[in-house]
């Protein structure tokens, strides 16, 4: 394990290398013995092989690792590179996308704790703006407390944006975030983006086509093209992978921040594996449960 650790973390660091150009980053003073980069690329190695937990990450590390960095400056530091950790994403996501067309969205639960103890929880609660709340996850017809994920893909598979609200936030919402991200293009969405209001200001703002199945009670009803239906299972198939390989759903964060951070990671780690596949080793891009070295 440890042989592997350190052999996947020399490609996904030379991966890194090759789309930044940047080592460190402005706010550090002196120069550490780990740089940003290879913080980043340790952080992304420890996703990829489902390492969730520091203390068994430590353990695992090899020599040439853990004499340069201790465990609690490592969690510091990996929380103040969230923001850079998701240009990182975005770089890698860009390869994919530039001339995409077609995207899905869709929302999933990520719950912080069971319901049970919510009232006495204090996770994620150091600011205000940030607060967990109790939702319903229609799919599953149970309630949660926590938040939701909500994610644009493209039709290949490939993560465009997300966002994360407190769970009780209703989906069709972050339809208002896209318009600052997105236009000419077509969005496939579930039943529960459907508003023609949004629909037709989606339209005339940025050109963006929503095309979402229309309740069987409508006037003129028509079912959803199949080619869309199916197309919409991808965004499914990649909120299980999270959920499976990358264990999204486990937190063991105590802080927004964390919280933040590791969604960001997760996401990251995954899109990382799509990029190797495709740049490297000339392979389907959604085989996530690959070895790369």
Not at 85 to 96: C, D, G, M, N
Not at 133 to 152: E, I, P
Not at 169 to 176: A, C, E, S, T, V
Request: charge should be positive; hydrophobic fraction near 35%.
């Amino acid at each position: 394990m440890m042989n592997n650790l350190g052999a996947n973390y020399k490609i996904i660091l030379e991966v890194l290398q090759k789309i930044s150009k940047n080592q460190l980053l402005p706010y550090q003073r002196r120069k550490p013995k780990l740089s940003d980069l290879e913080l980043i690329s340790l952080n992304l190695t420890a996703e990829y092989m489902s390492i969730d937990s520091e203390n068994d990450l430590f353990r695992k590390l090899p020599t040439f690792l853990s004499s340069k960095i201790e465990r609690s400056v490592y969690n510091k530091r990996k929380r103040k590179l969230a923001e850079y950790i998701e240009q990182v994403r975005a770089k890698l996501a860009s390869t994919f996308n530039e001339f995409e067309d077609y995207f899905i969205v869709d929302s999933m639960p990520l719950e912080v704790c069971k319901t049970i103890r919510s009232v006495r929880s204090k996770i994620c609660k150091e600011t205000y703006y940030a607060f967990p709340d109790m939702g319903y996850c229609a799919s599953q017809k149970t309630k949660f407390y926590g938040y939701k994920l909500h994610a644009v893909c493209s039709i290949k598979g490939v993560f465009h944006s997300f966002d994360l609200t407190p769970a009780s936030i209703h989906d069709i919402h972050y339809l208002k975030d896209i318009k600052q991200q997105m236009r000419d293009c077509t969005i496939i969405a579930d039943k529960g983006y459907l508003s023609s209001e949004i629909q037709l200001n989606l339209f005339e703002t940025c050109r963006i086509k929503l095309n979402v199945p229309m309740r069987r009670n409508q006037k003129n009803y028509k079912k959803q093209p199949f080619v869309f239906r199916k197309s919409r299972k991808r965004i499914e198939t990649l909120f299980s992978q999270l959920c499976d390989q990358f264990m999204i759903r486990r937190n063991y964060a105590k802080s927004f921040e964390g919280f933040k951070t590791r969604i960001i990671s997760k996401i990251t780690a995954l899109t990382l594996i799509q990029y190797i596949n495709q740049k490297i080793f000339n392979r389907n891009i959604n085989n996530i449960k690959v070895k790369i070295i």
